[in-house]
């Protein structure tokens, strides 16, 4: 394209080297200031349904509509097979296409929550997890295990017997004791209430400890009620502590699948938790980081069927009745909070969740079939003040025609604006982890190895730039524009091996651009690798235009 001239009052450029090369480990960050919104509308019978307009849709955020700046409509497909672009043993020696056995497109990591799961439930997922692995588990696919509690993992994998081995290592290992021991007996909900003074729970509280430690009513009531505050400061300290565990390993779970290439989905396994107010925001820090990562998040609510018991568990110290009834709705309540936030989580993200059922292979199966089509909203809040304050959104049909609708529900304000340099690394990130083909740059690559022993070998990834169609800036004698360029080595379970940025800054005289123009620019890029079989990941963008280019490879290194 012809070279655009620097606006009036442009400094001009240094004279100096036409070309500037910089090579950058890649590492990524995951922020960005448009509020995403996954959309899954099914219809009566509960399919996903993808035929759907940008008009057809309706946003608000705190109840003020909003402008859907960028919106499209996703088809869950996955990849079997990466045709080898051509592959020489030696430097500059080509061979012919040769296809390789299939490669990974789908990932999916099971999470689960051994610090809140009790040993019956734990069991009863776990072998339904087992069974639903024989199953579906497809030569492209590949699963992981993770544990809240970090005891028990295992890495992407395709090797079943070691998946069924962790499983089976999987147990129990909550922070706080036994129910039922301590005097008053309170669950993480209750202490939380009596945390912000709740009347009636500090009552009920104090109550049952006026029973349980033989207090007289008449004289001791304060020691009773001191007595259930600290024991609720403990509760809530220990209930927050496993909150805040639970979210964080969620969410480096959610991060380790991001590296992943195609395909990418988490199934938590939990009886639920409590996210109090003051842990909400990383609630939704977890929904933004798999939305922009484009991780589904799925869930299942391992108590199954469950029920509660009028007037309170019978093994469970004997309390007076009407404490017993007010007990038992706390109890009620706290189950109900508990799942509310998985929930959440699996409509934010896309995914499924699946409670009050002791349908387990049922409901991993389910969890499991990603739905076919989503949408993705984006919008640009108007007016937007960056205090971390909670919006609430609410997105709708213009004409629902008994359809259902699945959305998040809010998100939290950023607290300070994203720069460029960040929306730009972000950009990048999400196209090195992508598999779609990206031609706004006509690129080409071409990959070359050479073995110096048995077990270490090096691969060059050359990228080929079709820089007629870049746009130059004109400044003085100079034509600019910088590349970013992008190669990423992932091995056969879709594992990112390394990735490297190189950033070319072109700063050409009209002769060099002229000279360059037909031929292009070649980008070679090295990694130190062993013998096997790898897949290629090449991203390239331009700093003037904008535009992104995206391209895969796969090479074999016998």
């Known amino acids: 394209m012809p070279a655009q001239t620097a606006p ?46 940008k008009e057809d849709f ?38 012919s296409d040769t296809p390789l056995p299939p490669t990974p497109g789908r990932f999916v990591a099971y999470l689960f929550d051994d610090v809140h799961l009790t040993f019956g439930d734990l069991v009863q997922a776990r072998d339904a997890a087992r069974r639903q692995l024989a199953d579906s588990l497809k030569p492209d696919g590949r699963a992981a295990i993770y544990t809240t509690s970090g005891i028990t993992t295992l890495d992407f994998t395709d090797d079943l017997k070691e998946l069924n081995e962790t499983l089976l290592q999987i147990r129990p290992h909550p922070r706080a004791g036994p129910r039922g021991t301590d005097c008053p007996d309170l669950n993480y909900y209750m202490a939380d209430l009596i945390q912000r003074n709740d009347v009636m729970a500090v009552t009920t509280a104090t ?10 009513p008449t004289t001791m009531r304060n020691v009773a009620e001191s007595m259930a505050r600290s024991a609720a400061s403990r509760v809530a300290n220990i209930g927050e502590s496993e909150t805040r565990l639970a979210l964080g390993v969620l969410k480096d779970v959610v991060r380790r699948v991001s590296a992943m290439p195609g395909q990418r989905s988490v199934i938590l396994v939990s009886p639920g938790f409590l996210v109090p107010p003051g842990v909400r ?46 007990k038992s709705q706390y109890e009620k309540d706290a189950i109900q909070l508990d799942a509310d936030i998985m929930a959440e989580i699996a409509d934010s993200t896309g995914g499924t969740f699946v409670q009050n059922s002791n349908d387990f292979d049922g409901g991993f199966k389910r969890l499991a079939a990603a739905p076919e089509y989503y949408y993705v909203l984006a919008f640009a809040p108007q007016s937007l003040k960056y205090d971390g304050s909670y919006h609430n959104l609410k997105v709708s049909l213009v004409d629902s025609k008994g359809l259902m609708l699945q959305a ?7 607290k300070h604006s994203l720069d460029e340099a960040e929306r730009t690394k972000e950009e990048i990130q999400e196209a090195l982890f992508s598999r779609d083909e990206m031609k706004d740059i006509p690129i080409g690559m071409h990959l070359q190895f050479f073995k110096s022993s048995d077990v270490a070998a090096k691969l060059s990834v050359v990228a080929h730039v079709d820089i007629a169609h870049l746009r130059f800036r004109k400044v003085d004698d100079r034509n600019n ?21 190189k950033t070319i800054e072109m700063r050409l005289k009209d002769q060099t651009l002229a ?29 003037e235009a904008q535009t992104l280019a995206a391209s895969n490879g796969a090479v074999e290194i016998p």
């Open 207 to 216: 109550n049952e400890t006026l029973i349980c430690a033989n207090l007289d």
């Open 515 to 543: 000279t360059i123009l037909g031929p292009g620019l070649n980008v070679k890029t090295t990694f130190d690798v062993t013998p096997g079989t790898y897949v290629v990941r090449l991203v390239v963008r331009d700093s």
């Open 58 to 95: 309706r946003l608000t955020d705190r109840g003020k509509p909003q402008v859907i700046s960028r919106f499209s409509v996703e088809k869950t497909t996955i990849t079997t097979e990466v045709k080898a672009p051509p592959v020489s043993p030696k430097p500059n020696e080509d061979s």
């Open 8 to 53: 009036p009052g442009q400094t001009a450029a240094p004279s100096g080297p036409e070309v500037n090369t910089h090579d950058l480990p890649a590492t990524f960050t995951s922020r960005v200031n448009l509020v995403l919104v996954r959309v899954v509308v099914r219809d009566h019978q509960g399919h996903a349904i993808g035929t759907l307009k």
């Open 281 to 326: 925001f990383e609630s939704q820090e977890l929904v933004d980081r798999a939305l922009r990562s484009n991780v589904v998040i799925s869930a299942l609510d391992a108590r199954g069927l469950y029920v509660i018991l009028p007037g309170g568990d019978a093994s469970q110290r004997s309390i007076s009745p009407a404490i017993a009834l007010a």
């Open 408 to 414: 998040r529900r809010g998100y939290y304000a950023p």
């Open 481 to 501: 524009d910088t590349l970013t360029v992008v190669s990423g080595v992932f091995d056969r379970n879709g594992n990112m091996i390394s990735a490297i940025t």
